[in-house]
Nanobody, 125 residues
Framework: QVQLVESGGGLVQAGGSLRLSCAAS????????MGWFRQDPGKERELVAT????????YYPDSVKGRFTISRDNTKNTVYLQMNSLKPEDTAVYYC??????????????????WGQGTQVTVSS
């Protein structure tokens, strides 16, 4: 029903920046809260950022607050994650996700029911 495709990952030196994009299908994109998550092998998937359907509200955990910015352009069905001041501990596969059940941004991973394929972000020391 909803297809998500991430892009923009890659290798960057510590202190550098990357901008991830997530292109979404469907005419109901503007009704969905969206989120970015990350995961390394053997670890639980963790929240990076969320944004509500209108883009008026965002949430970040302390680990990325002040460094990462989530945004969306509902006219383009696209969500972005601007990542600045990257650290080696930011290395992970980053996933874009959509919550079709509520317009407000949940911080609960299981509330997101559509997921992209992921894009690798590697930060060298």
């Amino acid at each position: 029903q909803v297809q998500l495709v991430e892009s923009g990952g890659g290798l960057v030196q510590a202190g550098g920046s990357l901008r991830l994009s997530c292109a979404a299908s469907g005419r109901t994109f503007s009704r969905y809260a969206m989120g970015w998550f990350r995961q390394d092998p053997g670890k639980e998937r963790e929240l990076v950022a969320t944004i509500n359907a209108s883009g008026s509200s965002t949430y970040y955990p302390d680990s990325v607050k002040g460094r990462f910015t989530i945004s969306r352009d509902n006219t383009k069905n696209t969500v972005y994650l601007q990542m600045n001041s990257l650290k080696p501990e930011d290395t992970a596969v980053y996933y874009c996700a959509a919550d079709s059940d509520r317009p407000w941004a949940s911080i609960v991973v299981r509330d997101y029911d559509y997921w992209g394929q992921g894009t690798q972000v590697t930060v060298s020391s």
